[in-house]
T-cell receptor, first 113, second 114 residues
């Protein structure tokens, strides 16, 4: 049982390049989330999804797009990367019953030069 | 706006003592509060959840209290060990009742010294 898997773990981009981070969960969770974590800022929610085919904006959505075409996958896209998007990105998932306890992936470290 | 505050300075505790971490919040009326542990280079891991109608929750050497009047939660680790060294995050549900994710404090870095 892998839980939440993020790929890639590390990536270096040049300003203006695009890329997609993939999150996959095998727990049949309805809810999925993308957070970014920066020093001194803590975890901030970028986008989330409450079910297949649905997405919604979080606290810091600008410059990112997401898609949830399959229940187990949640993709985070950067269309034109900027240095301000240098961060560690965490995907998380949760069931839709009871309290919203999050299971996190190991993180993806992105550097934009 | 909603705000969660945790002691941003590192907390140094001698092995064997009790470590107490604080989480204060404003402009929230959460149904529950959660604590997570994060080790360097890893994702946060869920530790404990306490509901608004619970004063205290225990799990092995961990204890959490929740005072909705003071808008504060205390997280205790008794008989602390060097392996307890990590960053501990407090989290509350968003304004959407939970489905829209959790809002996290910035975390307190705990160092247990042998």
């Amino acid at each position: 049982n892998a839980g939440v898997t993020q790929t890639p773990k590390f990536r270096v981009l040049k300003t203006g390049q695009s890329m997609t981070l993939l999150c996959a969960q095998d727990m049949n969770h309805e809810y999925m989330y993308w957070y970014r974590q920066d020093p001194g800022m803590g975890l901030r929610l970028i986008h989330y999804s409450v079910g297949e085919g649905t997405t919604a904006k979080g606290e810091v959505p600008d410059g990112y797009n997401v898609s949830r075409l399959k229940k187990q996958n949640f993709l985070l896209g950067l269309e034109s990367a900027a240095p301000s998007q240098t961060s560690v990105y965490f995907c998380a998932s949760a069931t839709n019953s009871g309290a919203n306890v999050l299971t996190f992936g190991a993180g993806s470290r992105l550097t934009v030069l | 706006s909603q705000k969660i505050e945790q002691n941003s300075e590192a907390l140094n505790i001698q092995e064997g003592k009790t470590a107490t971490l604080t989480c204060n919040y404003t402009n929230y009326s959460p149904a529950y509060l959660q604590w997570y542990r994060q080790d360097p280079g890893r994702g946060p891991v869920f530790l404990l959840l306490i509901r608004e109608n619970e004063k205290e929750k225990r799990k092995e050497r961990l204890k959490v209290t929740f005072d909705t009047t003071l808008k504060q939660s205390l997280f205790h680790i008794t008989a602390s060990q060097p392996a307890d060294s990590a960053t501990y995050l407090c989290a509350l549900e968003g304004s959407g009742g939970g489905a829209d994710g959790l809002t996290f404090g910035k975390g307190t870095h705990l160092i247990i010294q042998p």
